[in-house]
């Protein structure tokens, strides 16, 4: 294996990186068995307790896998995020904490729409209207979900335009509109992708994907906005942590 010594000063956050840059950059391809915990810390000049902590992050965020009796080996080197589902967080926070560049691609801009239960759902009255967008989310370059947003017109402000292709819509209610968002109502469920949500995340066609299903409320217990979300199995994983 090739020479890549670190410094022992940056310890298991540069172990990290550096083991997670070899599998993105095909160095240690899909598949491959890594070397013993004590030949890699040797290769890498750090202790194995910091070797340790940086395998059970790149574990953790899907790069490797452990199989007892056999070894640790390399997985497919696209994006892996794991979230539990019990509290509610940005979907951008989530993917740049976890060192992955967060992108945006708008596929429907933002116009009128009249959606009745949507409407209801916000507690619209018959004469305020509601808006919508459509936009892709990205964590280095790979699609892993599709935002359809809508918002009552009531909340649009000239900074939506440029908050809907770059940042999260929490933060646009919480710091734009001092409307901080406290909790949203949440629907779970798995559908198959039709041909136009394939495209759009990179799948087959029938695919199975998750589907989230939310209203936001502010602290005052308003509902807000309404958004559902698509998501690419392959990539973002939800789980629950159940206590009995």
């Known amino acids: 294996m090739t020479n890549f010594k670190i410094k022992k000063q940056t310890l298991a956050q540069a172990t990290y990186q550096k083991l997670k840059t070899l599998i993105e950059s095909k160095e240690l391809s899909e598949g491959k068995k890594l070397s013993s915990e004590l030949n890699l810390s040797k290769m890498l000049d750090v202790s194995r307790p910091i070797l340790r902590e940086a395998l059970l992050r790149l574990e953790t965020e899907g790069y490797i896998v452990r199989k007892h009796g ?21 979907i951008t926070e989530f993917v740049t904490e976890r060192d992955y560049q967060i992108g945006t691609k708008i596929t429907e801009t933002l116009r009128a729409v009249q959606d009745q239960k949507i409407a209801s759902d916000l507690l619209l009255e018959t004469d305020q209207k509601l808006v ?6 990205t964590a ?7 935002d359809n947003v ?14 809907q292709s770059k940042e999260s819509m929490l933060e646009y209610f919480d710091h734009v509109l001092q409307h901080k968002i406290k909790k949203s109502d949440c629907l779970f469920y798995a559908e198959n992708a039709n041909q136009k949500t394939a495209k759009q995340l990179e799948i087959e066609e029938n695919q199975a994907v998750q589907i989230m299903e939310q209203t936001f409320f502010n602290t005052l217990n308003q509902p807000v906005f309404y958004c559902k979300t698509t ?5 973002l994983q939800f789980y629950f942590v159940r206590n009995r």
């Open 231 to 235: 998501v690419s199995n392959t990539i």
């Open 150 to 163: 809508y918002i009552p017109e009531k909340y649009l402000d000239e900074q939506l335009l440029e908050v």
């Open 132 to 137: 919508y967008f459509q936009r892709v989310r």
């Open 140 to 146: 280095d370059g790979v699609a892993f979900s599709i």
């Open 70 to 90: 056999a070894g640790t080996f390399v997985l497919d080197s696209k994006p892996n995020l794991r979230s539990g589902l019990e509290k509610l967080d940005s």
